[in-house]
């Protein structure tokens, strides 16, 4: 998810945006959120510069020149070389290779730079400046967020419907920050499991959780254990936890 923290001017912004095919192109090629602040906590004091060039970065330099490259941290929810990771790490270096000398993407790491839950708290309060992180890891600050996991359409036909400005509008107030897009579309919601459950029933068995889940298996007697993403697999071979859910 992609955000732009709210303080800056950002509608010259969207109407480049709006009308660049390269930027629809860009922004819906990688689908997962990403989150990219801009206010006066940049270091600097360049708030307003780094906004609008990492904007036009995402246009694939729209034919607007700036006198100094702009670099902005970012992080990753997972590890880098996991499925998710390379997706949005293709995403930095494709970035960077079309907007040398305005803006550059500096991949800081994932969870090993700044563990997931503290990811959108990080992005709110000034310490990165974009984040790839799922909504389920910021629920205890914007619940709202979560629902883009209800949403029956790809993300290209999602952002023309009342409901991204929705997911939108929470952001910026909850999060001061900016939807810019996602990532994932169409994969579904999986529970994988060390040993079939017991007649057939989760009630119980000790699964790995995530806000998202949290209610299904509450319903099914299922036992809670939360761990970051990168942790899971440490978990199963440890006997922590049963299974988990995932995504």
């Given at each position: 998810?992609?955000?732009?923290?709210?303080?800056?001017?950002?509608?010259?912004?969207?109407?480049?945006?709006?009308?660049?095919?390269?930027?629809?192109?860009?922004?819906?090629?990688?689908?997962?959120?990403?989150?990219?602040?801009?206010?006066?906590?940049?270091?600097?004091?360049?708030?307003?510069?780094?906004?609008?060039?990492?904007?036009?970065?995402?246009?694939?330099?729209?034919?607007?020149?700036?006198?100094?490259?702009?670099?902005?941290?970012?992080?990753?929810?997972?590890?880098?070389?996991?499925?998710?990771?390379?997706?949005?790490?293709?995403?930095?270096?494709?970035?960077?290779?079309?907007?040398?000398?305005?803006?550059?993407?500096?991949?800081?790491?994932?969870?090993?730079?700044?563990?997931?839950?503290?990811?959108?708290?990080?992005?709110?309060?000034?310490?990165?400046?974009?984040?790839?992180?799922?909504?389920?890891?910021?629920?205890?600050?914007?619940?709202?967020?979560?629902?883009?996991?209800?949403?029956?359409?790809?993300?290209?036909?999602?952002?023309?419907?009342?409901?991204?400005?929705?997911?939108?509008?929470?952001?910026?107030?909850?999060?001061?920050?900016?939807?810019?897009?996602?990532?994932?579309?169409?994969?579904?919601?999986?529970?994988?499991?060390?040993?079939?459950?017991?007649?057939?029933?989760?009630?119980?068995?000790?699964?790995?959780?995530t806000p998202n889940y949290t209610p299904l298996?509450?319903?099914?007697?299922?036992?809670?254990?939360?761990?970051?993403?990168?942790?899971?697999?440490?978990?199963?071979?440890?006997?922590?936890?049963?299974?988990?859910?995932?995504?």
């Amino acid at each position: 998810m992609a955000a732009l923290r709210i303080g800056a001017p950002i509608a010259a912004v969207r109407s480049r945006a709006s009308t660049s095919r390269n930027a629809e192109h860009l922004q819906d090629a990688w689908r997962h959120r990403t989150i990219i602040r801009a206010d006066g906590s940049l270091p600097g004091g360049q708030e307003m510069k780094r906004s609008i060039a990492l904007a036009t970065a995402l246009l694939t330099c729209a034919g607007i020149a700036w006198a100094q490259e702009t670099t902005l941290n970012a992080v990753l929810f997972v590890p880098r070389n996991t499925t998710f990771g390379e997706i949005f790490a293709r995403f930095v270096d494709h970035l960077n290779a079309q907007a040398k000398g305005v803006v550059q993407l500096r991949l800081i790491g994932g969870p090993d730079a700044i563990p997931t839950f503290e990811q959108g708290n990080a992005v709110k309060n000034g310490v990165v400046d974009v984040a790839s992180v799922a909504p389920t890891f910021y629920t205890n600050f914007c619940p709202e967020c979560d629902a883009q996991i209800l949403a029956p359409l790809q993300t290209p036909q999602l952002k023309k419907t009342a409901f991204w400005t929705a997911l939108e509008k929470y952001t910026n107030q909850k999060v001061n920050a900016h939807l810019l897009t996602a990532y994932a579309d169409g994969i579904g919601f999986h529970i994988w499991t060390t040993k079939p459950p017991a007649g057939g029933a989760l009630k119980g068995m000790r699964l790995r959780t995530t806000p998202n889940y949290t209610p299904l298996f509450q319903a099914l007697g299922v036992s809670l254990v939360q761990t970051p993403p990168g942790e899971v697999m440490t978990a199963l071979e440890r006997g922590v936890v049963d299974g988990y859910g995932w995504p």
